[in-house]
Nanobody, 124 residues
Framework: QVQLMESGGGSVQAGGTLKLSCVVSGIDYLPNHMAWFRQGPGKEREGVATIVSGGLNTIYTDAVKGRFTISQDHGKNTMYLQMNMLKSEDTAMYYC?????????????????WGRGTQVTVSS
């Protein structure tokens, strides 16, 4: 059974940094399609970034381009999200997602596996 577990969230001031981790267990490889989603207070869940085919392709939502970096460590079966220059609007619960067949990277219903989330709070 595939399980995803996020960690690394916390409370920081605007301009600060955090690095989120998502450990994949139940299989000894990283799924082909993995992504980070977030859901802020009163907002819909949105795609933040995706990494495909072992890191050959990455996509970011416009709001985080140049500030966030998605990566993987296959030896640790872990995906990361390095978040720099954090803004108050980045405040949200961040979720790790994975799937085998994705039609649209930022459509949450396309993903099969989800973590429980880690909270990121940015104060201005």
């Amino acid at each position: 059974q595939v399980q995803l577990m996020e960690s690394g969230g916390g409370s920081v001031q605007a301009g600060g940094t955090l690095k989120l981790s998502c450990v994949v267990s139940g299989i000894d490889y990283l799924p082909n399609h993995m992504a980070w989603f977030r859901q802020g207070p009163g907002k819909e869940r949105e795609g933040v970034a995706t990494i495909v085919s072992g890191g050959l392709n990455t996509i970011y939502t416009d709001a985080v381009k140049g500030r966030f970096t998605i990566s993987q460590d296959h030896g640790k079966n872990t995906m990361y999200l390095q978040m720099n220059m954090l803004k108050s609007e980045d405040t949200a619960m961040y979720y790790c997602a994975a799937g085998d067949s994705i039609q649209s990277w930022n459509t949450s219903s396309d993903y099969t596996y989800w973590g429980r989330g880690t909270q990121v709070t940015v104060s201005s």
